[in-house]
């Protein structure tokens, strides 16, 4: 294998060269995780492990489940919401619900705050990365999973509509043809089914200036996509964005909405429900 991992187009890899893709590939895991496969991808194309090539990405996802049926890497390390099971919640008896209670209790902080806050994101592969820090901050995550549908778009709208506060939308998205325009569909369509709501919807990424600044990785523009006319250069994936950096992009919009000493006193009050609950849970287990 030559330089930054390029190789002749009827060259196969040898055990060294494989050896070398793991080994970068423990490291991108190392640095941040969980990650997506296609993220893992994008930061080994950054490293020059890998050639940007769809080709590249499957051999990426062919080592990667190689390496979790190994073990080499534990299976939480790689982000996948593409599956998912459907089961009602239910336990063996009273005392186990009183105690799935207790840990699984949290006020609703935002109930004191004077905003009203969503996170957006087009691509549901994603959304575990996202959900780690909305679920801390207890933010929903609106996953579109593409264009939005209608009853979505509708069930999002009277959300906001009966909060009653000023809401504020961040969204994340490819920057492509489509990417940008679901932007625009989203806005749309709250403001039609919230007509009267104080909403602010903002892009935070992919943007323009992130693509400069941190020399995001691009791919070639789907001419497919009937929007693609409109639109000027290469495309680049949500993906494409450091999970760290993502993460970080998530938290700073959450908390400038955040009223400080209003979060602290609902943190008290959190703390004092709880031993109220493990007091009767106690009071249970010893009747």
């Not at 523009?221 to 998530?250: C, M, N, Q, Y």
């Amino acid at each position: 294998m030559s330089v930054n991992g390029s190789r002749s187009i009827n060259q196969r890899r040898t055990h060294a060269d494989m050896a070398e893709i793991r080994a970068a590939i423990l490291e991108v895991l190392a640095e941040d995780r969980p990650m997506t496969v296609r993220q893992v991808y994008y930061r080994l194309t950054v490293s020059g492990a890998i050639e940007k090539t769809e080709k590249e990405y499957k051999t990426v996802v062919r080592v990667l489940t190689d390496m979790r049926r190994s073990g080499e890497v534990p299976f939480p390390w790689i982000a996948d919401n593409t599956r998912s099971m459907r089961k009602p919640y239910s336990c063996p008896n009273l005392e186990s619900a009183l105690r799935d209670t207790v840990d699984a209790y949290r006020r609703s902080y935002w109930d004191e705050q004077p905003a009203y806050v969503e996170v957006w994101l087009e691509k549901d592969a994603l959304s575990g990365v996202f959900f780690e820090v909305t679920r801390v901050w207890d933010v929903p995550l609106m996953v579109t999973r593409g264009y939005p549908s209608i009853s979505f778009l509708h069930d999002a709208g009277e959300t906001i509509a009966g909060n009653a506060k000023r809401a504020f939308l961040y969204y994340f998205g490819d920057h492509d043809p489509s990417g940008v325009d679901i932007t625009r569909a989203v806005e749309e369509g709250i403001r039609e089914f919230a007509p009267g709501a104080d909403v602010t919807l903002e892009r935070i990424a992919v943007t323009e200036k992130q693509i400069e600044a941190w020399n995001l990785p691009t791919r070639p523009t789907k001419t497919s996509d009937a929007r693609s006319k409109d639109f000027d250069g290469e495309s680049v994936e949500v993906d494409a964005i450091p999970p760290k950096t993502l993460r970080g992009l998530i938290e700073e919009c959450i908390c400038r909405n955040i009223d400080g000493k209003a979060w602290t006193a609902s943190k008290r009050r959190e703390r004092f429900d709880r031993r109220k609950l493990a007091s009767l849970l106690q009071g249970r287990e010893q009747a």
